[in-house]
């Protein structure tokens, strides 16, 4: 069974869409899972397909803790299952769920897969992650045009906007840290399994298409307090002090440049600073 893991946030007309590419199969087994991050959206309601399944939360959990949510129901469920974990802002091309099966029966060794994301234009927007903790640099690489026969390319870490997982691999339910409310909630998630011996790789093999921050572009003030918090939150846990020192303060200089030009942006970002001191402290 291969269960599609996707989170509303008052996105009703984009998870339609990505429903729609979504073959009505039974030659498939799969299920939709959508968790509901905004309960007073009330056109999901209006999505009638038989594998839907919506979970609703109380508020809004964020993206991390709203998968937890679906991922513990699946996995009461079914803890031998597929989980694709996927943005309410892309949709399958073509001919894309039937290739699930037979990757995870060839390459049964991979626990965490990510997959190629590409823009609405056909460029490449994901293609393999590379971390460098000396940096403290977080790289989004394209592994996979170097490597075009290869079925999968290991690497460091891969977007939860396209994510699959075997939880055949794990022995609990996997789970985001709830710390992270928006942004590097899936780098965090794959450098914790990955410490655990879990093989992550980026394929080839499946693709999205995506629409990049159709979400998060509502509010620029409160994705860069996020994505502010969320980098700081990750510098510290995967690097050294001096290298989280040196990144913290070219942010700060940074932010405060940008008040003349984009002050949404720099009140986002020292905002984030904010939330990431009172935490510290």
């Not at 992270?180 to 298409?209: K, N, P």
Request: aromatic share 12%; proline share 5%.
């Amino acid at each position: 069974m291969i269960y599609l893991l996707t989170v509303n946030y008052y996105s009703t007309y984009l998870i339609a869409r990505l429903i729609k590419s979504i073959p009505a199969t039974q030659d498939i087994p799969h299920q939709i899972i959508v968790v509901n991050n905004s309960a007073d959206d009330k056109k999901l309601k209006n999505i009638h397909t038989k594998s839907l399944q919506i979970l609703n939360a109380e508020t809004n959990l964020g993206f991390g803790n709203a998968c937890n949510l679906g991922l513990n129901w699946i996995y009461d469920r079914n803890p031998n299952a597929i989980v694709w974990i996927i943005n309410p802002d892309t949709y399958l091309p073509e001919n894309t769920l039937e290739k699930v099966p037979s990757l995870f029966n060839v390459h049964p060794e991979l626990s965490i897969i990510g997959t190629l994301i590409c823009t609405l234009a056909g460029d490449i927007w994901f293609a393999g992650g590379h971390f460098i903790p000396q940096l403290g640099a977080i790289l989004s690489t394209d592994l996979l045009s170097s490597h075009p026969e290869a079925t999968y390319i290991p690497c460091d870490w891969v977007s939860g906007c396209s994510l699959l997982l075997n939880l055949h691999h794990f022995q609990t339910c996997p789970q985001f840290d709830p710390a992270y409310f928006l942004y590097y909630e899936d780098f965090d998630f794959c450098r914790r399994y990955a410490m655990e011996g879990h093989q992550i790789a980026i394929t080839s093999q499946l693709a999205v298409i995506h629409q990049p921050s159709s979400i998060t572009n509502r509010n620029i003030t409160q994705k860069f307090k996020h994505s502010t918090y969320s980098y700081l939150l990750t510098l510290e846990r995967y690097t050294s002090q001096a290298v989280l020192f040196l990144r913290f303060w070219r942010l700060f200089l940074h932010a405060l440049i940008l008040l003349m030009i984009k002050p949404q942006t720099a009140l986002g970002k020292l905002a984030g600073i904010s939330s990431y001191l009172r935490r510290a402290i």
